[in-house]
Structures are given as C-alpha cells and as structure tokens.
C-alpha cells in the first residue's frame, strides 16, 4: 500500500482529466447550474411583477422535458400508430420520426436572451429605422382582458420588421411566442430564435403525423396560457393588400381549447409602414408564380453597409412612419356560443374584418392611393387632404403635415411621384411600388374610410 508506483507522465495527465471531469460533472455542475437556477429564478420573479401577463412556468420549462411530455401525449401516441400503420414501418421508427419533429418545433425560451438581448435589439433597430406610432381602437377593451385568458396577437405581414416590431411594442405585456418558417431554420439564427420562445413549422407539410405533433404543442402553449403571435396570411403580402387567411393554427387553437377551460382571446394587431423594406423584393415576387425571394445575402449586406456609412457621414434618414394599431379583441369563448355551426370560418371572417378596420393609415400609402385617382394635384392640396385622412382613420400625432411632406420627399426621391411647377404627378416609373403601397390603404366596408377618402379627395380636385 505505501509502495512507490512509476506512472508515465500521459498516463499521469489522462488520470488527473479524468478525476477532474469526474468531479466537476458530479459535484461542481450540478452547484453551478443550481446557483444559475436560483438567480434566473429570482430575476424572473421581479421580471413578472412588471409585466402585464406574467411568463407562464410552460415557456420556462427544460426543452427536453417539453419535448418528452409532447411525444408522450396520447394524441401523439395515436397518430404514431396510425402513421406506422399506413406506410408500414415499425412502431419504434414512426416514434423516432415523430421525436425529430417534436425537437424541431419545440423551442427554448431564454428569459435572458429575450428581455437582456432581443427587445433592447428590437427597440434599436425599430427607433433607428422608423418613427414608430402606437395608437388604439379601443385601449380599454385591451388593457382589462381576463388576466387568466391567453391572448393571441393576430397581424397582417407586411415586413419581416413586424417581428421586430411587435416584439419592441409588446414588452410591457409578455414575452411573444411566435410561429416561424423555414426562413429561420439556419445556424445560428434558428438558436436565437429558439432563445426567444419561436418554434418552427412548415407550412406546407403533407405529413400528417407531423401536424398532429405541431397540432399537440400549440395545444399544450394554449392551455398553459403561453402569449403567441400569428400571422393568418401565411407569409408577407406581395401585392400590400391585406391576403386572405390560413387556418392551420386558428384550427390548432380552436382545437385545443373547451368551454370549461382557460379562454383564448384574439387581438388584432394591425401595422403599415411608410416604406417596406423589402418593397423591391416583395413586388418582383408578384410577377411569378412562385413565392420565392430573391434577396441574396451579398445585396443584403451592402444594403446595411450603405445605411452604416450615411449615418457616418450625416446623411442618414429614417423611413418615415411605422404605424401599429391594436383592434377590436374578440373572446373564443363568447364567439364560440354564437357560431356554433361553422366556428372556425366564421371566427377567421371575423378576425381577418377586425383586422383591415385597424389598419393605420400612413403617409406614403396614402399619397401613392391618392395620386392613383387623379393621378396629378397641388403639392400643398394633397398634403392637406393626406393630413385630413389621417385625422380621420385616427392618426392624432400632432407632426402629422411634416410627416406627410417627408414620405411626399420621399416619394420624389424614390422616382415615384415627380415635382413640376408646384405639382406633384405621377412619375411614369416604378408603377409596381405606386400600385403596392396604394394597395395597404384601409378600405374595408365597415369602416366608413373609403366613404371618407372619396369625399375628400373628390373636394380637393374639384
């Protein structure tokens, strides 16, 4: 026992990374996450009195854990024999196949990433880009829903900036959990938005073991009260118009929802900008037949680049105007006692109005709409008839003339509309953008505003 032992020196090396793996794997990790633990318990706790819907315990839970319990449900169990059933593969492969989907969708909430990281990032490149509006149809209705509820945001996509957008504006309520697409499944994107409660689906699936899967989770987010953020158009509005709904997740939500349990109401979130910015992008889209963006990431950077050096030299402008505007909430549970017969059309129907009333107006849309009808007018006339709509549909901000005069600016600068002798005229160019900003002006039939747009624009030509 007290014999000398002679040991070679890599021997002796390995030894010694082996005892001290053993020892920080059994005795020091286990205290150290603890301790991180405790803190990002504490820290989520002060978070939460400051919210106004607290983060539930489901979007703090282990991924794995998440992941477990959603291919364990007997809804899932069920579609894995079916699925083995019908292309003939053992149970254990159609099991395996439905794990992978499962570790696909399922995301990992990072408290720290979301509210230290993302939301400082979203305010920074939300300010740096836009004068941001916020407004209200009826603030009253949103601000007293049943705090036990979960609420569902419902927007129209106009830009991939609505992610960011909304997530800036939403930072006093909760942290939004969002469906993502393929777009964002590419390292380490698809880590960071993981991190900030996304899970990812793909829209076009055929496979119907995966939606039972992706049917499962968003049912278990609903019922555990998770906030979450929907786009029933799908994908972003090519032609600026508000698109026709999708109803996938409306189905997944209704889905998952009863008369006896935790109600599900849908607020429309309604957004326009004074310039899209992927509009180029977006309306040579249009002219195809397929959805297919080509934006290459070497056009992306040197359209960063080109921003970065105007702000270094001082030549920097905004874009005008962001404008968001909550709408009319809508309760599943009182709609599901009135609409009995066909729930989900009729909710999507109903949804989908509420949301083209919210719609704000803002300067740039509302010019190209107005130089559409008569296709020339005094400078000084449209910008008094564009300030006169905006007072309509609701617009109070008391900068709304320099507004209008810039996105006016802008518009000459983009080869849009064109200046003569204190006119301001249709250009004859880029009649593709004309048509696409013209095409967001809110013209839905319970609004009154087409009403308005035409008695105004009528009296200003006249």
Excluded at 58 to 78: C, E, N, S, T, W
Excluded at 379 to 404: F, K
Aim: proline share 4%; charged share 25%.
């Amino acid at each position: 026992m007290t014999q000398t032992v002679e040991l070679p020196l890599w021997l002796f090396l390995l030894i010694l990374v082996f005892a001290v793996v053993t020892l920080a794997s059994h005795f020091l990790f286990p205290s150290v996450r603890w301790f991180f633990r405790r803190r990002l318990e504490r820290a989520v706790k002060r978070l939460n009195t400051r919210l106004k819907r607290p983060i539930q315990p489901f979007k703090l839970a282990h991924r794995h854990d998440m992941i477990q319990r959603l291919i364990y449900d007997p809804q899932v169990g069920q579609a894995v024999q079916d699925h083995a059933r019908e292309t003939g593969v053992p149970d254990a492969v159609a099991f395996e196949q439905a794990q992978r989907y499962a570790r696909e969708i399922v995301p990992s909430f990072s408290a720290v990433a979301y509210f230290s990281i993302a939301i400082r990032l979203a305010r920074l490149l939300s300010n740096a880009f836009y004068h941001v509006q916020l407004s209200y149809q009826d603030e009253d209705a949103v601000e007293n829903i049943d705090p036990d509820a979960t609420v569902v945001f419902v927007m129209n996509h106009r830009s991939n900036m609505d992610y960011v957008l909304v997530t800036y504006l939403a930072a006093q309520h909760s942290a939004l959990s969002y469906a993502v697409g393929e777009w964002a499944r590419v390292w380490p994107l698809s880590r960071l938005i993981r991190a900030m409660g996304a899970y990812f689906i793909r829209r076009k699936s055929g496979n119907d073991l995966y939606r039972q899967v992706l049917s499962c989770y968003v049912r278990h987010a609903t019922a555990a009260g998770v906030t979450q953020a929907m786009f029933p158009e799908g994908g972003l509005s090519l032609t600026g118009a508000l698109g026709r709904p999708k109803l996938g997740l409306l189905k997944y939500i209704i889905d998952g929802t009863s008369e006896e349990g935790r109600d599900v109401v849908f607020v429309p979130v309604a957004l326009n900008y004074d310039r899209v910015l992927e509009d180029t992008v977006l309306t040579r889209a249009a002219l195809g037949n397929e959805r297919r963006f080509r934006a290459r990431i070497g056009v992306i950077t040197r359209w960063i680049l080109k921003q970065l050096w105007r702000r270094v030299i001082g030549r920097y402008k905004r874009f005008g105007l962001a404008s968001v505007r909550y709408g009319q909430p809508v309760s599943l549970r009182a709609f599901r006692a009135d609409h009995q017969r066909d729930l989900m059309t009729d909710l999507a129907r109903d949804l989908m109005t509420r949301l083209r009333a919210a719609i704000p107006l803002v300067p740039v849309p509302a010019a190209c709409w107005l130089m559409q009808k008569h296709k020339e007018m005094s400078e000084a006339d449209a910008v008094q008839v564009i300030v006169e709509l905006m007072r309509r549909n609701g617009m109070t901000d008391q900068e709304n003339q320099t507004s209008v005069e810039a996105a006016i600016d802008q518009l000459v600068e983009r080869r849009i509309l064109r200046r003569s002798d204190g006119k301001i005229c249709l250009s004859g160019q880029r009649v593709d953008l004309l048509e696409y900003y013209a095409a967001s002006v809110p013209m839905g039939p319970d609004e009154g505003n087409a009403a308005n747009a035409k008695e105004i624009s009528a009296s200003a030509g006249s």
